[in-house]
């Protein structure tokens, strides 16, 4: 009969420590979806500032009601964060935030530097002020374009070197002048080791084509650099789920008579996909039928759903001709008045169109159901269309995670 070996009875089990969570700055927040992705990461807040109010008070209706993890966060500081104070922040493991990207925005008056909105100048000045053991700041695309492409490399520096600071009076260019020669001085030694990545969303499982620049940057002592996390998701993998095995439509129960036409040399791209043996290792993009499914139709079932609500008025023109059921929508977007036409609406298969829901716009940006949205329809539309998607937050702070707690 098998006895077990007495050492091992007697010996006691290996104690097993369990990681600290780490503690982090939020900064610019809106309505969350940044700090929410961190959250899921076991990242506590110790501060989450933001100056507009309706997306404060979304925070505060959240914490009210209890809904996690926001139930867990300080109370939101709003208020300009040129007036925050990093005294009691030495050191922090993360500052994490994204400067508002109305400057560089391609629906945007494109002000970049030049427009007050720009923020980044207080992302730097957190970085100096608090030394964060990391950092995560991220924005649009348009800030990637040729135009500003010396104002990128502006941000970078500055990153890279935050004690080196303007001086009085100097102009953005002579003191990008003179970051470039300190960085090319030998001997020259990084303050912070930073990393950048334009990533669409929809690669990472989001429902939505949304381009966004992130800029990752460790410490120097941390001897740490960060490296994007690999794509998860592509269009090729839908093409083949939806028009080689059809398993889309199968699995949502769509009729060949109320599918879309097929795409003209579908089949040449199917030859090849499959020739090539692709996407054994990625999953099809997620659809906007994929995210709205399961809810029921706002106009023929009103208010069965939390902020589900059907909103009239929808209309397409030129350039804007809202997001085909079948593939991931188009990026949600913020105007200066609330929806910008177009942009948030749903194109039904039949060529009729209707405005997203906040439920919906909250799905595609991969807000948690629980979520709870404060304001008029236009002001949480504004909210929603300025926020980082939770799950591509969470794939972001998840492979920045890793490396601090390593």
């Given at each position: 009969?098998?006895?077990?070996?007495?050492?091992?009875?007697?010996?006691?089990?290996?104690?097993?420590l369990?990681?600290?969570?780490?503690?982090?700055?939020?900064?610019f927040?809106?309505?969350?979806?940044?700090?929410?992705?961190?959250?899921?990461?076991?990242?506590?807040?110790?501060?989450v500032?933001e100056?507009?109010?309706?997306?404060?008070?979304?925070?505060?209706?959240?914490?009210?009601?209890?809904?996690?993890?926001?139930?867990?966060?300080?109370?939101?500081?709003?208020?300009?964060?040129?007036?925050?104070?990093?005294?009691?922040?030495?050191?922090?493991?993360?500052i994490?935030?994204?400067?508002?990207?109305?400057?560089?925005?391609?629906?945007?008056?494109?002000?970049?530097?030049?427009d007050?909105?720009?923020?980044f100048?207080?992302?730097?000045?957190?970085?100096?002020e608090?030394?964060?053991?990391?950092?995560?700041?991220?924005?649009?695309?348009?800030?990637?374009?040729?135009?500003?492409?010396?104002?990128?490399?502006?941000?970078?520096?500055?990153?890279?070197?935050?004690?080196?600071?303007?001086?009085?009076?100097?102009q953005?260019?002579?003191?990008?002048?003179?970051?470039?020669?300190?960085?090319?001085?030998?001997?020259?030694?990084?303050?912070?080791?930073?990393?950048?990545?334009?990533?669409?969303?929809?690669?990472?499982?989001?429902?939505q084509?949304?381009?966004?620049?992130?800029?990752?940057?460790?410490?120097?002592?941390?001897?740490?650099?960060?490296?994007?996390?690999?794509?998860?998701?592509?269009?090729?993998?839908?093409?083949?789920?939806?028009?080689?095995?059809?398993?889309?439509?199968?699995?949502?129960?769509?009729?060949?008579?109320?599918?879309?036409?097929?795409?003209?040399?579908?089949?040449?791209?199917?030859r090849?996909?499959?020739?090539?043996?692709?996407?054994?290792?990625?999953?099809?993009?997620?659809?906007?039928?994929?995210?709205?499914?399961?809810?029921?139709?706002?106009?023929?079932?009103?208010?069965?759903?939390?902020?589900h609500?059907?909103?009239?008025?929808?209309?397409?023109?030129?350039?804007?001709?809202?997001?085909?059921?079948?593939?991931?929508?188009?990026?949600?977007?913020?105007?200066?008045?609330?929806?910008?036409?177009?942009?948030?609406?749903?194109?039904?298969?039949?060529?009729?169109?209707?405005?997203?829901?906040?439920?919906?716009?909250?799905?595609?940006?991969t807000?948690?159901?629980?979520?709870?949205?404060?304001?008029?329809?236009?002001?949480?539309?504004?909210?929603?269309?300025?926020?980082v998607?939770?799950?591509?937050?969470?794939?972001i702070?998840?492979?920045?995670?890793?490396?601090?707690?390593?």
């Open positions: 009969m098998y006895k077990q070996p007495l050492t091992s009875a007697l010996q006691e089990p290996p104690l097993v369990a990681p600290r969570p780490l503690e982090s700055i939020e900064l927040a809106g309505a969350g979806g940044l700090a929410l992705g961190f959250s899921s990461n076991d990242v506590r807040h110790r501060a500032v100056w507009n109010t309706h997306a404060c008070n979304t925070i505060r209706h959240n914490k009210q009601h209890q809904v996690a993890p926001i139930s867990h966060w300080p109370d939101v500081t709003e208020g300009d964060v040129k007036h925050f104070k990093y005294d009691a922040f030495d050191g922090i493991d993360l994490t935030g994204g400067p508002p990207c109305q400057p560089f925005s391609m629906g945007g008056k494109h002000g970049g530097f030049l007050e909105r720009d923020m100048p207080q992302a730097v000045r957190a970085v100096r608090a030394r964060p053991r990391a950092f995560v700041f991220e924005n649009v695309q348009g800030l990637t374009r040729a135009a500003f492409a010396d104002y990128f490399d502006y941000i970078l520096l500055q990153l890279e070197f935050p004690s080196l600071t303007a001086k009085p009076k100097e953005w260019g002579d003191h990008l002048a003179r970051l470039r020669k300190w960085k090319n001085k030998p001997g020259a030694v990084s303050e912070y080791r930073v990393t950048f990545k334009l990533v669409n969303a929809a690669n990472y499982g989001v429902p084509k949304r381009m966004r620049v992130f800029f990752v940057g460790f410490r120097a002592d941390q001897d740490k650099l960060w490296t994007p996390p690999a794509e998860t998701h592509s269009a090729d993998a839908l093409l083949l789920s939806q028009w080689a095995s059809g398993e889309y439509w199968e699995r949502h129960k769509v009729a060949t008579r109320h599918r879309p036409p097929r795409p003209e040399g579908v089949e040449k791209k199917i090849t996909l499959v020739d090539a043996d692709y996407g054994a290792n990625l999953l099809a993009w997620k659809t906007v039928r994929d995210a709205i499914c399961d809810l029921p139709d706002p106009e023929r079932h009103p208010n069965k759903v939390q902020a609500r059907f909103q009239p008025g929808a209309r397409a023109y030129v350039g804007h001709t809202g997001s085909p059921l079948d593939e991931p929508a188009k990026a949600l977007k913020a105007g200066d008045h609330g929806v910008p036409g177009g942009e948030n609406m749903l194109r039904r298969t039949d060529g009729s169109m209707r405005y997203f829901t906040v439920r919906e716009s909250a799905r595609i940006q807000f948690p159901d629980t979520f709870l949205f404060e304001g008029t329809w236009s002001e949480v539309m504004r909210q929603l269309g300025n926020a998607p939770v799950r591509l937050a969470s794939v702070a998840e492979s920045v995670c890793e490396l601090l707690r390593k």
